[in-house]
């Protein structure tokens, strides 16, 4: 019997161990090109990355200058996440609090304060009917379970045959096989792997325009490829509003009317995957708020711990959960180690509640109106197509493939840090970045779109 009187075993202090030797920039950038893989890399690594020491609020902190720059405004919230800017002080103390209770513990057979206020949360400000969370350690994992609970849904009613899911093309949900198999399937990385992922339905991308009037041709497609493949189709997967690692495209919130009333009248479940369109990002706190239509199934994901740690979750239905535990195999059959991780889960409620505790909708809006004027003379650059604003987003689009590096040093020259991709230079920059950042990072964009 252990004796809980016996003191406990002493843990040896921190000073005990030495402290790592600090590498210098040149060692760290080898080790990195001869170790190290990076989003989309070769290896060894072929572009050099830029070595970030330290951010806070909107800035990036390089461990050495580059190109006359030892800060970068983040025009990038860190692909979508940060929204709260850098080393948030509120954000910081729900980390440290959690820390000094407990970072992880299993999530089978124990449950955790965290975990059930997060979830209590999403609840509450996501769209009736989702009443149940999946917490997922990543995006593509939240879109992995998100297809699993659809088909699973069909399969414990009895109809195994639909397990096919339907998407318009431009789209993106990540990297993994289930996300890969509803990806642009010309567009994306994720060509290579057509033969070996499972063959969805895809429908022509919507079209273009957030304010566009509804396409009755466009309607009359996608009834006619939901009306043929109703019987073999678990889900409908889309990006509501707007379609972002695919392409940037934003498309009219009436599509997401039409796909809700075609799924309910062929029987087939509606998924909206909310991981960069959600909290806010698009104006509405998700964006199928735009439409006023509510799925059956939801992910969100990037912003919700404010980009402090990686967390996802899938919400889904009543109707839903209750499908899959009525089933032959009455349990969803998915458990990531890290499920629920505490220390993720009390930053994502801070986070949530820190948003909503302004006026997100009003710091949206002025960064909108930012971008608007200052990504105008971006339409006096040779090569640009388009230029578009919507919520906290601005993208420039080119007639031609970016020079990524090229780009991108444009960019740092004027103090600000950007990916572009593709024929897209674009930025979503944190809710807290003030107007004469934005207007930086405006010039930023006009710079690596006429440099690129
Ligand atoms: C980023 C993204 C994903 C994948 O999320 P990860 O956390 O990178 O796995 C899925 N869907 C959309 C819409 C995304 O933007």
Redesign the pocket.
């Known amino acids: 019997m252990p004796d809980e009187h016996a003191p406990a075993r002493v843990v040896p202090p921190l000073s005990a161990l030495p402290a790592p030797k600090p590498y210098a920039p040149d060692e760290l950038r080898a080790l990195d090109r001869a170790h190290v893989w990076h989003p989309y890399g070769p290896m060894p690594g072929r572009q050099e990355p830029l070595i970030v020491e330290s951010a806070a609020g909107v800035r990036l902190r390089l461990a050495e200058p580059v190109e006359g720059r030892s800060e970068l405004v983040d025009g990038m919230s860190s692909?979508?996440s940060a929204v709260h800017g850098y080393n948030h002080p509120v954000l910081n103390e729900a980390a440290r609090g959690q820390l000094d209770r407990m970072s992880h513990v299993m999530f089978g057979g124990l449950t955790h304060e965290p975990a059930v206020r997060l979830a209590t949360r999403l609840v509450e400000i996501t769209p009736e009917p989702l009443r149940h969370v999946f917490l997922a350690d990543?995006?593509?994992?939240s879109?992995e379970v998100a297809v699993k609970m659809c088909l699973q849904f069909w399969r414990s009613a009895g109809r195994p045959a639909k397990r096919r899911l339907l998407t318009w093309r431009g789209g993106?949900?990540?990297?993994t096989w289930q996300?890969m198999s509803v990806c642009d399937p010309q567009g994306g990385m994720h060509e290579l792997w057509s033969g070996s992922l499972p063959r969805q339905v895809f429908a022509d991308a919507p079209p273009d325009g957030f304010d566009a009037e509804l396409d009755p041709a466009y309607v009359r497609h996608l009834r006619e490829l939901i009306a043929r493949h109703a019987d073999e189709l678990a889900a409908v997967i889309v990006?509501p509003v707007v379609q972002?690692?695919g392409g940037m495209r934003f498309h009219s919130p009436a599509y997401l009317r039409v796909l809700r009333e075609l799924c309910d009248a062929w029987d087939v479940l509606l998924v909206f995957?909310e991981?960069?369109t959600g909290f806010g990002r698009t104006g509405k706190l998700f964006a199928a708020g735009h439409a006023g239509v509510s799925p059956d199934v939801m992910?969100v994901?990037?912003a919700l711990t404010g980009g402090y740690l990686?967390l996802?979750a899938t919400l889904c239905s009543s109707r839903v959960a209750e499908g899959i535990s009525r089933g032959e195999v009455p349990v969803l059959a998915h458990g990531p180690t890290f499920m629920g991780n505490p220390l993720a889960a009390s930053v994502a409620s801070a986070s949530v509640d820190l948003l909503l505790g302004q006026d997100w909708e009003g710091e949206v809006a002025r960064i909108g109106a930012g971008l608007r004027s200052g990504l105008a003379p971006a339409w006096g650059v040779a090569g640009v197509t388009d230029v578009r604003v919507l919520g906290a987003i601005g993208v420039v689009q080119l007639d031609h493939e970016v020079d990524m590096a090229a780009a991108t040093r444009a960019a740092v020259r004027e103090g600000v840090w950007l990916r572009p991709f593709r024929d897209l230079v674009y930025t979503m920059p944190p809710y807290v970045t003030g107007d004469d950042d934005v207007a930086r990072i405006c010039r930023a964009v006009c710079a690596a779109a006429r440099e690129g």
């Open positions: 692909w979508w990543s995006g593509s994992v879109v993106y949900h990540g990297d996300p990006e972002g690692a995957d991981i960069a992910c994901g990037k990686t996802a």
